[in-house]
Each structure stands twice: as C-alpha cells, then as structure tokens.
C-alpha cells in the first residue's frame, strides 16, 4: 500500500468545509477532543492542522501524520503556530513511521472514515501506543436509526468520489471495540452545523484504551 494519498480536490475545498463547521461548532469538538492530554502525541491523518491549535501546553511533542501532500503543507504551515512542538510527517494510518510503544496519545479525528483499512490502522494505533496510552477520537459515523442510514448508505457513493475517500457509513465504536480498544468515555450527538442534520451529522467524541488483555498491537505484515 503507498504511503502517498493523492487527492487534490477535496485538499482544495477541506479547508473551507472546515472553516465552514467550526465557524458553526466544531471548534468547540475540537477542543473537546482534546481536553486534558499530555506528554507525546501521534495526530494520524491530521489534514491542515486544524486541531494544533488546540493541544494544551502539557502536550511535550505532537508527530502529525499526514498523506495528502497538499494537505500535509498545509499542516507544516500549521505547525509553525502551534503552541506546543509539532512535527508533521508523510505516512498513513495503516502503516505509522513511529516505533512500538512511543507516544502516550493517538489522536483520530475525521480520518476513521476516510481510511482505508480500519482494522489495520487501529492495530498501529494500538502498536505506537505506550502501556496505558490513550486513544483520543472525534468521528461521524453511520446513524443509528434505519431511515437516516439507509440514506446514507444511497448517498455513500456519491459522498466517497467528493469527499476524498470518506464514508458516511462506519460503525466506528463496533471498529474500535474489535480493535481491542476499551471506551472509557463517549458522547455520541448529532452534529448539525447552522441547526441543519446532513448526511454525516451523527457524531462521537470519546477516549478509547488498549485493552492489556488482548496484548500490544501488531505491525501488519
Ligand atoms: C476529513 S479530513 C480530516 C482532517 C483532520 N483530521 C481534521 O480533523 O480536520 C480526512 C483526513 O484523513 C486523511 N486520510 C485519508 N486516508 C488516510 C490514511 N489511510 N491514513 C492517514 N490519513 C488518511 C486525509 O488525507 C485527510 O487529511
């Protein structure tokens, strides 16, 4: 699989969606996302950067990994404001340029449904991550009721082609739980930027563990 992700449309137009759904409350998920952590931290799939400016200052180091060169300027620019060290690197979730058991934090956010091996990346999650690290995670995910996602599973395709890979449809929480993750804390809510629901409105903010029984994970093949 090639470390390189090329997808220069939706690098174009993230920026503004972005600012577009933290001008309408994803700032506030952002931060959220991030409350309360420390020490060294992997963001995986980190797009422009958009949560750097958020890491508090207990944060030692942040390694941001990101695929999509264009995105990934963006993040260097992004880096360069941070308030904590930021390092932005190629690479992807599937195969992280970190060792075993190097950092305390993982950090997903919207990037669980955009990858393209969610098993995969969540075994390198849990691979880098030191005893009693933490996975931090802010991802839209499939609805729960039957009418929302069957129009989300009508509009999936479509959704892919424009949004650079992402799905509407994952069930992440069932992903994280088969990865060996335990949630410790969730907040699933509809994220409904200007009092709208669309198609990727359902939502969870939460902190996962490696769970020791199942052991450390695994460097896929
Ligand atoms: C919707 S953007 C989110 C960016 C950023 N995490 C944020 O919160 O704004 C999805 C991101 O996932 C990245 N991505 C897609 N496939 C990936 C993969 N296999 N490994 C790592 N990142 C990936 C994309 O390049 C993009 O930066």
Not at 9 to 14: D, E
Not at 65 to 70: D, N
């Amino acid at each position: 699989m090639a470390d390189k992700i090329s997808h220069p449309l939706f690098a174009r137009i993230y920026p503004r969606i972005n600012a577009y759904a933290e001008a309408h409350g994803s700032l506030a998920h952002r931060r959220e996302l991030l409350i309360g952590i420390r020490g060294s931290v992997v963001e995986i799939g980190a797009g422009t950067g958009a949560n750097f400016p958020h890491y508090p200052a207990p944060v030692e180091r942040v390694i941001a990994v990101e695929p999509e060169p264009r995105l990934r300027a963006l993040a260097t620019r992004a880096a360069a404001d941070a308030p904590v060290p930021v390092e932005v690197l190629p690479g992807r979730a599937e195969r992280l340029p970190l060792d075993d058991a190097s950092v305390d934090v993982a950090v997903m956010s919207l990037v669980l449904c955009s990858v393209t091996d969610v098993p995969t990346a969540l075994a390198e999650a849990r691979r880098v991550l030191k005893p009693g690290g933490e996975l931090r995670f802010y991802e839209h995910v499939r609805a729960r009721r039957p009418g929302p996602y069957r129009r989300q599973r009508i509009l999936n395709p479509l959704w892919r082609l424009a949004g650079g890979g992402c799905n509407l449809t994952r069930d992440t929480e069932s992903a994280l739980r088969s990865a060996g993750f335990t949630i410790e804390a969730i907040r699933r809510f509809d994220f409904r930027p200007g009092g709208r629901p669309h198609p990727a409105s359902p939502s969870l903010i939460g902190l996962a563990r490696p769970d020791p029984a199942q052991g450390q994970g695994q460097r896929a093949g």
